[in-house]
């Protein structure tokens, strides 16, 4: 039978909120997986946009290969959390990065269940 651990994304420092300051490939570090093929990381993020300007986000998920490791969309201005990452899984210590078209007005929160 599988157990789930919730944690903490990797990047953060105490379950703060991270900032996304790169501006291009590699991005900002979000969190890394899990090492290994023998458990899961189920990843949920969610945004906020600080800004008054609707802001282009860039996930690379696992790779920073365009479009394979890409999720790509817009984040509209003062929006509150919204949710881009529904629990989508990572393993073998693949990392998932983000890059901004604006620098420094977007954060990004989560949480990880480890699925093992």
Same mark, same amino acid.
């Given at each position: 039978?599988?157990?789930?651990? *919730?944690?903490?994304?990797?990047?953060?420092?105490?379950? *703060?909120?991270?900032?996304?300051?790169?501006?291009?490939?590699?991005?900002?570090?979000?969190?890394?997986? +899990?090492?290994?093929?023998? !458990?899961?990381?189920? /990843?949920?993020?969610?945004?906020?946009?600080?800004?008054? =300007?609707?802001? *282009?986000?860039?996930?690379?998920?696992?790779?920073?290969?365009?479009?394979?490791?890409?999720?790509?969309?817009?984040? &509209? &201005?003062?929006?509150?959390?919204?949710? +881009? +990452? &529904?629990?989508?899984?990572?393993?073998?210590?693949?990392?998932? =990065?983000?890059?901004? !078209?604006?620098?420094?007005? /977007?954060?990004?929160?989560?949480?990880?269940? =480890?699925?093992?």
């Amino acid at each position: 039978m599988a157990t789930f651990t *919730k944690t903490l994304l990797s990047g953060s420092t105490n379950g *703060k909120a991270i900032l996304i300051d790169a501006t291009a490939t590699p991005g900002t570090t979000i969190h890394t997986a +899990v090492s290994g093929t023998s !458990s899961l990381d189920e /990843i949920w993020l969610y945004v906020v946009n600080s800004s008054d =300007r609707d802001v *282009k986000l860039t996930i690379e998920w696992g790779e920073t290969t365009a479009p394979n490791g890409n999720i790509e969309l817009t984040i &509209p &201005p003062e929006s509150g959390l919204t949710l +881009v +990452v &529904p629990g989508l899984l990572l393993q073998n210590s693949l990392a998932v =990065r983000a890059f901004a !078209s604006t620098a420094n007005v /977007i954060c990004i929160h989560g949480y990880v269940n =480890r699925i093992g």
